[in-house]
């Protein structure tokens, strides 16, 4: 699609396009749709500075109107990507970015970074949708993004949103609004389905090679590399799933299409930091079978990762050896889950009889109903001198929290108060992203006061800092907040 976009003064970013470099079977050369009347919600300065982005600039009219879609950052090429999917394991043919364009790719000191626009107009592959995204959805990926960093958990990561008054028809008649949003890469798994599925076995090759040349330079040395990547993959998406189990996280949408290739959290839509402990809790509205409930992530990675391998058969041609890769997940996601509850519990050292402990610690919270992230914090303060009010307060049988109270103070008895204190505090936040906070931030937001966006970020990226004088965003959630729908649209 040739560009009627004028471009930017120039700016001082350097451009190292390698996605582009992959050929035009992989994407569509296409430019940003215009968006009127663009206004700034929220800048993060955090990731502006890792993307060496002028500070002037970031400030400047001309960087409102290249990040909303508007005018060309030069020696920008943009592009929307082909890939395919299964989707609520259903496999759902050629997918691609419908709404999203990738600027390129910026170099920085810690290696490149793709940047992309979500919600910048219709694309090829957008199968009849308008290409935008609203406000709602584009503050709630924003604010969780970077909640997701300041928690140490492979993400995306989130640089601006920016409004419009370009009216977008969802349930409900909304605003349009556009993330800028960058990470390594943008390659799903879905990538690899795509070209497999459809016999492009020459291609399929070119992408796992690229992979593995830029991100697992490790697998080229293997005996099959394309079973090493299978494997490395494999790993990797069993640290995420660690991740989001201990932190209480639901992502709601875990299509083949929103899994990364390099293990990050991908494609923020209806997703949830757990209040009350359910483990069979749906975040998504969408989902009526419950096929992406919490408790249900982890088996769903792996048979995601399952089609993933699939897909790569071509390559490593014997199917021995890609269910092999896979076998790690197994190994690799208990462990990797065990030693972050063991963290949470401050315990700095493995005992054979922890895993019941964090066992029947799950089950206690799940009997109670008791709020994951308050427990948590709450325990950080536990000794086995004290009373332990404020962890019983949260629990209707007190009886049962006294029997798990009594089995953790056998184990914490000998273990320096001070460091296990420590470890719990850095590993138990106070703060996350509750679905009545992201809502609290996007009704003001639609008053164009864009305070408590701007708030939520500061607190979200430092997650275990107290924050005084923000206690009130560390609380229970209000009786409203049970009534909050989450659904696929945005």
Request: with cysteine.
């Amino acid at each position: 699609m040739p560009s009627d976009l004028p471009s930017t003064v120039n700016t001082p970013l350097q451009w190292n396009n390698r996605f582009a470099s992959l050929g035009t079977n992989f994407f569509t050369r296409w430019q940003p749709q215009a968006l009127p009347e663009p206004y700034w919600v929220s800048r993060n300065q955090t990731v502006a500075r890792e993307l060496g982005l002028d500070q002037h600039w970031f400030e400047s009219q001309a960087a409102l109107e290249a990040l909303t879609g508007n005018t060309l950052l030069p020696g920008s090429d943009p592009l929307a990507s082909v890939y395919s999917g299964h989707q609520f394991g259903q496999w759902a043919g050629q997918l691609g970015d419908g709404r999203a364009i990738l600027l390129g790719e910026l170099e920085t000191t810690s290696g490149g970074l793709e940047v992309q626009l979500k919600g910048a107009g219709r694309t090829p592959y957008s199968r009849g949708g308008d290409g935008r995204a609203v406000l709602r959805s584009s503050i709630r990926e924003y604010l969780c993004s970077e909640a997701m960093h300041g928690l140490g958990i492979p993400t995306t990561r989130a640089l601006c949103v920016t409004g419009s008054s370009a009216t977008v028809h969802r349930e409900e008649i909304e605003t349009a609004a556009v993330v800028t949003r960058c990470a390594p890469s943008f390659i799903r798994f879905g990538h690899f389905e795509h070209f497999s599925y459809n016999h492009q076995h020459a291609e399929l090759k070119a992408l796992a090679d690229y992979v593995i040349d830029r991100f697992y330079p490790a697998c080229r040395a293997a005996n099959q590399p394309y079973a090493a990547l299978l494997q490395a993959v494999s790993e990797r998406t069993a640290h995420l799933m660690a991740a989001w189990q201990a932190v209480g996280f639901c992502h709601g949408v875990m299509n083949t299409d929103n899994m990364s290739i390099l293990g990050l959290t991908i494609d923020y839509g209806p997703f949830q930091f757990l209040d009350a402990f359910d483990p069979g809790h749906i975040c998504n509205h969408s989902d009526t079978q419950g096929r992406y409930a919490y408790n249900k992530q982890p088996n769903t990675a792996y048979w995601n990762l399952f089609c993933l391998g699939q897909a790569l058969l071509p390559l490593i041609k014997e199917q021995d050896q890609a269910l092999a890769a896979l076998e790690s997940y197994k190994t690799v996601f208990p462990e990797a889950l065990q030693a972050r509850m063991r963290l949470k519990l401050g315990l700095p050292d493995l005992q054979s009889d922890d895993a019941e402990l964090i066992e029947s610690a799950f089950k206690l919270l799940a009997s109670n109903k008791v709020d994951y992230a308050i427990f948590w914090r709450r325990l950080c303060a536990f000794t086995p001198q004290s009373g332990h009010e404020p962890v019983r307060d949260l629990f209707f049988d007190g009886q049962s929290f006294s029997a798990w109270a009594l089995q953790y103070s056998e184990r914490v008895k000998h273990i320096n108060k001070e460091l296990r204190a420590d470890l719990m505090l850095k590993n138990n936040p106070k703060f996350v992203l509750r679905n009545h906070l992201g809502e609290e931030a996007i009704r003001t937001a639609k008053l164009k006061d864009f305070s408590k966006v701007n708030t939520l970020l500061n607190l979200l990226q430092a997650p275990f800092d107290e924050h005084p004088g923000h206690d009130s965003d560390a609380g229970f959630p209000p009786d409203w907040a049970a009534g909050i729908e989450i659904s696929c649209s945005s």
